[in-house]
Every structure is written in structure tokens, then in C-alpha cells.
């Protein structure tokens, strides 16, 4: 937008005219990375709607071992780090490095939380026997279909924490180096371009738990 305002001096490489330029270029060069990482999922998205419709009994006996109240928790917990992650990009813009600095790192500490959260959903699963290659009885053995949908599940939901995983990690460097006195002047753009990843993490979780928990349930 051109009316958005951003801090004064801020460094612009030689390639560029200015700042304006300089952020639509690496934003672009992100959204056309995160286009290629939609395709990934896009494929995972289709394969569960095709077994939803040709095995919609074998989905559910699946779904119903899924732990619905901790997929709603996360999906909240991702919500409000879309807020906090927004909050950043605002406040680096108004040039106030130290409440944008609170607010990058409580963004982390959410995805931290929908980590934790995840990881204790894996350790019911595996109490459940639900998780396959670990040498265990599936427990809905004799169901080659649910057993293919659970197999997604898993594929799915570890793709997208590792996704997060990664966005975290960044978020924490990011966070440690915006400490520094001149880091908005100097690298205010990576605020601008690393929301549009944290956001995507969060769309497609958005997606994937009505597809993975609700639908069939």
C-alpha cells in the first residue's frame, strides 16, 4: 500500500530505486515460494477429500480417534499468533523496534505452544495405537482405508510442524538480531516478507483441521 509508512532511513541496496520497491520485490519472490509449498499440500488436501468420499466409514473410524479438543486448541493458538505476528509487522513499521521485538517473540511462544501441544497429541496416538511404523498393532486393524487416512493424518500434520518448527526457529533469530540498535533501518523488510510465511503456516492449519478432524466426525 503506498500510504504505509515505514522508518525513516532505512537502508535500500543498490539494485533498488527505494524501500517501496525493495519490499514488493521480496514479497514477491516469497509468494511465488509459497505457491510452491500450496502445491505440496494441495496434493496431501486431495488425497483425503478422495478417501472422505469413497471410504466416508473408514474416515470416520479413523477421525474419531483424532483428539478434537486439542486440534481446536491449536487452531486458536494459531489464530492469536496470526494477531500477534500482524502486531510485529505494524510496529516495525511505526520504527518501535522494542514493543515489535514482544511481540515477534510472543508469536514464538504460541508456535512453541501448538508444538507442545502436537507432540502430546502424537504420545495419545501412539497410547491409542493409531501411529504407524512403529511396531505396534494398528488399532483399526483390517481397515486398509482408515489406515491410509491416518497415515495422511500424520504425513499432513508432521509436514505443517515442520513448517512451524522452522518458522519458530527463524522467529527467535530474527528476534535476537532486532535487538540490536538500527535493525529496523537496516532490516525492516524481513519483518514485511517473514509475516507471509508465518501467515501461510497458519492458513493451512486453518485447512487442515476441518479436512483432518471435523469433516466425517
Known sequence: ???VTFP?????HEQFANADQQRHAAQLGMWIWLVTELLLFAGLFMVALVLHIMHPGSVRAAVLHFKFWIGAANTAVLICSSFTMSGAIMLSRMGWQRWMV????ATAALGSLFLLLKGYEYYLDYAEHMMPFVGQPYALEG???SRLFTNLYFVTTALHGAHLTTGVAILLWMAWQAHRPGF???RQNRIEVYGLYWHFIDLIWIIVFPLLYVVGR
Not at 525513516?8 to 535500500?12: H, Q, S, T
Not at 514482544?102 to 517473540?105: S, Y
Open 1 to 3: 500500500m503506498s500510504d
Open 8 to 12: 525513516v532511513g532505512i537502508d535500500v
Open 102 to 105: 514482544r511481540c515477534m517473540l
Open 143 to 145: 481397515d486398509p482405508a
Open 184 to 186: 529496523l533501518q537496516a
